[in-house]
């Protein structure tokens, strides 16, 4: 399983910015798919997830309302995965990794069930 994120860059506070994450060698059905952040110093963090389905997400509460998360789902096509930032802050600055695990269930928040991570991506906010 390869997971690559990519679309990360410097963005000014206020504005939007769209991450995509790629993933190949894992079947569609039943990957939960989530994006965690990691700034410098401090743990990662959770930000979104979504089910195999699509029909359940999960979101921090920092970040609700402001970011949405979404797959393609087309069944025949290669999964991926997007994050879409809007009202972004100095606070969302960081690198932002994608990450899967096999669940039917609601996504969990907890780094620990992921088993697949991509490198990261870094989005840095400027104020």
């Known amino acids: 399983v390869q997971l690559v994120e990519s679309g990360g860059r410097l963005v000014e506070a206020g504005g939007s910015l769209g991450l995509s994450c790629a993933a190949s060698?894992?079947?569609?059905?039943?990957?939960?798919m989530a994006w965690f952040r990691q700034a410098p110093g401090k743990d990662r963090e959770f930000v979104a997830a979504?089910?195999?389905?699509?029909?359940?997400?999960?979101?921090?509460p920092s970040v609700e309302g402001r970011f949405t998360i979404s797959r393609n789902a087309a069944r025949n096509a290669n999964l991926t995965t997007y994050l879409q930032m809007s009202n972004l802050q100095s606070e969302d600055t960081a690198a932002y990794y994608c990450?899967?695990?096999?669940?039917?269930?609601?996504?969990?928040?907890?780094?620990?069930?992921?088993?697949?991570w991509g490198q990261g991506t870094q989005v840095t906010v400027s104020s």
């Open positions: 990450a899967a695990y096999v669940s039917y269930g609601v996504p969990s928040s907890a780094p620990s069930d992921y088993d697949y």
């Open positions: 060698g894992l079947n569609i059905n039943g990957y939960v």
């Open positions: 979504i089910t195999w389905n699509g029909r359940i997400t999960n979101y921090a």
